[in-house]
Each structure stands twice: as structure tokens, then as C-alpha cells.
């Protein structure tokens, strides 16, 4: 039986759609599928964190075990605030770090997933849609490039979230968070890259 730590913010925990449609457990029902037997996942997000925050909440858990995999999407906040991309990769940087202790240091076994675009949601109505796409764009390109440098996995789902981010199907309530159906996208991506690295 493997055992899996999401770490994130709205879009680990899924913010407003059942806890078996976020993208953890979607990712773990579809491993079942394939006879990958994972315990139900742990999860440290909350709506709103940065970097900073997601870390503080992780000393304050103070988890002693290890994982089979490890997921880690966080970030969105950060742009969302206004916060810098060079404060992003330091704190970024310390977070994959910990992401791998908490892998038993097997940086292959740690899945970064890319920042969504929430500026094509109907809730980012009234704001400069192409100014926050840059800013992702830039978020995610540090985010890949610190990722890869440490040997980890990158899942990128910027791109679904653009394609779907203004159909109501695709999205939570709000008008800006996703819905299961993005989630399980997310899920899918995922899933072959877990799949392989745990076989392995």
C-alpha cells in the first residue's frame, strides 16, 4: 500500500467541490484502477496559502513519516497578491526541498503540478486578463525550472485551465475555482506519470 501527500493551496483541496472530486483523490482512484493500491491521501492546503504560508503550516504539522509520492501546487496566491517572482523561487526552492525529505529523498517521486490561470475565470471579470496570464506565465516558467534543476516531475494543466476556465461545466460555483471535470484532467495527467515512477 503506497502513501501520498498533497501540498497546496484551493486547487489541492479543491476548493467548493466534494472531497472525492479534488485532484488528489481523483489521482488516487485512478491508480486503484490500475491496481496501484494508495491510502487515502494527506492533505496540507488551505484556501489563500502562499509559499510562506503552505511552509509554516508544514512545520506546524511537524510529520515525521515518509511518502511514496508527493504532489506540491502552490503559487497562485503569491501572483495574486502581487508578491515577486524572485520571492516565489526562494520560498519555491525551500518547499521542493522539503517535498523530497518528505519523499525519503527521492526527488523523482515528487510531482510538481503548474499554477492554473485563474485570469480567464468569469471571477477575474473587470481585471487585465493578459497581465495576469504573463504573470503566470512567468511564475511557471521559475516553477518548471527550479522543478527539473531537482530532478523532480512537472505536470503542467495551465493550458486545460485556459481552454476551460469560462465553461461552466469546468468550473466550481464561485467562477473561479475548478470543477471535478477540470480536477479529473489534472488527475489524468498525473496518473501515468505516478504510475511509471512507482513501477519503477
Not at 526541498?97 to 503548474?114: E, K, T, Y
Request: proline share 4%.
Amino acid at each position: 500500500m503506497y502513501n501520498y501527500l498533497a501540498l497546496g493551496d484551493s486547487y489541492t483541496i479543491g476548493e467548493q467541490v466534494p472531497m472525492i472530486e479534488n485532484f488528489p483523490h481523483q489521482l488516487v482512484a485512478l491508480l486503484k484502477q490500475e491496481n496501484i493500491a494508495v491510502s487515502t491521501p494527506v492533505i496540507i492546503a488551505k484556501t489563500g496559502w502562499t509559499t510562506d504560508e503552505l511552509a509554516a503550516s508544514i512545520r506546524e504539522h511537524n510529520i515525521h513519516e515518509s511518502f511514496s509520492f508527493v504532489t506540491l501546487l502552490i503559487g497562485v496566491n503569491n501572483q495574486y497578491r502581487g508578491r515577486s517572482v524572485d520571492n516565489y523561487k526562494e520560498e519555491f526552492t525551500n518547499l521542493l526541498h522539503q517535498a523530497i525529505v518528505f519523499a525519503n529523498g527521492h526527488s523523482q517521486n515528487v510531482f510538481v503540478v503548474s499554477i492554473p490561470d485563474w485570469g480567464v475565470t468569469p471571477f477575474a471579470a473587470g481585471r487585465d486578463r493578459q497581465a495576469i496570464a504573463q504573470e503566470i506565465d512567468d511564475y511557471n516558467a521559475a516553477c518548471k525550472e527550479i522543478t527539473l534543476a531537482f530532478k523532480c516531475h512537472h505536470c503542467t494543466i495551465t493550458d486545460s485551465t485556459r481552454a476551460n476556465g469560462n465553461k461552466p461545466d469546468f468550473l466550481a460555483a464561485d467562477g473561479l475555482h475548478p470543477s471535478g471535470k477540470e480536477y479529473k484532467i489534472w488527475a489524468q495527467r498525473l496518473a501515468p506519470m505516478v504510475m511509471k515512477t512507482l513501477k519503477n
